[in-house]
């Protein structure tokens, strides 16, 4: 048995955090990693998919190159180059990763860990083996996986996940995508780009359901328009056929035949053979770790978190429960309640969003302010051609600060931290409104959004 200081039990990006700079600061720590160096962001999710976002943008400038005076003969995805650039990012980062957890000082052990008893893992080691660690502090960090639903035939006509459609040797001639959310539309636009058919099935009302109904729509119409087809509302009955000819049979009696479908219902968490009873870590009905708002799970000394610990499913969370967990292992007392969470949906153009939406505020009762801005009106937006999109804010009608935004538009995940950052700094929206931003910027628009109100 070895005993250390810390033991980070997953490798995702708050837990490899906290163990380097544990180790710098050094402590004894051992980080046991199962097979991604680097975890589930770099390896097969965020890096990967926002690589080939790229790709796909660029596909689509070209394709319109003609208006902006540029004539290319014929631009076209070739897929072992795709796979070659997104295998090329990502492994750099992972090889940068694997460095840095080496410099570090770190016991870094690639191998499968499982509880044994409290603070304690026995480790299946990739090469062969066996190591059981203890640790002084233990830190669950063992993310999500794709979750397939139960639904008739599914399994055997051999989805593909989040993972798996990195990995294809083909562009599908039609994807079908069960799930209209984050993973589903990133894909679901870049394969059309990619030229593919490709079909969305959501059973929720509306896409992004958790946005204002003007902006889901606004994105869908954009979505439609680079030829997804969109179905919302709808229940999957059955699966039949095989790769190459698949028939997705729907509860209301239509059939939608596809070569290829992509599973994109959401994550489920990576906690069933952790040996978790066996440490004293209770989990919740769907599997995630149950934590408190420190990120202390039911064991002591006992840590989750990141996508495990069931926060919200972003990278830039699982840093900021690093930021906590380093707090409260220092003997402070940070809490992850009332923070600012921003992200961004990387279609083209993208959604970027912090904070309150207008169907929420005015649910809470808050006397809210709307404004609106087409992209159409901000000069840097024409200058690139690129016009599609509404930026959205919400403000508090008396103190006038801002309660979120909405930015649907080219570039706005840039532009949305201008707008995260004067709401951490509890700004009102007028210095938004008022501040000499350089001309000609997406930035810019902010001077008019905040002074274009709809009532
Ligand atoms: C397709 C896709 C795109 C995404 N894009 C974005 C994006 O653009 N921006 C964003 O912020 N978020 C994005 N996300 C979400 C983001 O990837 C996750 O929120 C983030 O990776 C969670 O990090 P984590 O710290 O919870 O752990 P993970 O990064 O999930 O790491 C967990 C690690 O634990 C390891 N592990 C599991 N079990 C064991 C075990 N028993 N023993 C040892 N090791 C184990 C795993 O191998 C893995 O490396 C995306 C997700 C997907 C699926
Ligand atoms: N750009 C980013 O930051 C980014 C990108 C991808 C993923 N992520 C993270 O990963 C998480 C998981 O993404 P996701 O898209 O898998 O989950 P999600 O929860 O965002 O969306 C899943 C969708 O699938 C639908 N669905 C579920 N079961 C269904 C069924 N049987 N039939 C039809 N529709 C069904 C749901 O209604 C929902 O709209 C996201 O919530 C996000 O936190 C982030």
Known sequence: MDDVDLLVVGGGKGGKTLAMDAARGGRRVAMVER???????????????????????LLQRIRRADEVGVRVDKAQADLPLLRAHKEGVVGGMVDLNHRQFIDSGMDFILGTARFTAERTVEVNLADGGRRVLRGADVVIDTGTVPRVPVVPGLAEVSPLTSETIMELARIPDHLVVIGGGY??????????????????????????PGEDPDVSEVLTGFLREDGVVIHTGVQVERFSGGPGAVTVRLADG??????????AAGREPVTRDLGLAAAGVEVDDLGFVKVDDRL???????????????????????????????ANLA???????????PWNLFTDPELARVGLTETRARAAGMDVRVAKLPVAAIPRARTMRDTRGLWKAIVDRRSERILGVALLGPESSEVLTVVQTAMLAGLPYTALRDAIIAHPTMAEGLN???ASWTD
């Open 254 to 263: 239509r059939e939608i035949v596809g070569s290829d479908v992509l599973v």
């Open 183 to 208: 993973v589903g539309l990133e894909f679901a636009q870049m394969f059309a780009s990619f030229g593919s058919d490709v079909t969305v099935l959501d059973q929720n009302a509306r896409l992004l």
């Open 296 to 326: 202390a799970t039911s064991a002591p000394h006992t840590w989750a978190v990141g996508d495990v610990a069931g926060s919200p499913q972003f990278t830039h969370v699982s840093l900021d429960d690093y930021r906590i967990l380093k």
């Open 331 to 341: 003997g402070g007392d940070r809490r992850t309640t009332g923070r600012l969470v």
């Open 35 to 57: 097979g991604m160096i680097g975890g589930t962001c770099i390896n097969v999710a965020c890096i990967p998919t926002k690589s080939l976002v790229t790709s796909a943008r």
């Open 448 to 450: 008019a959004l905040f």
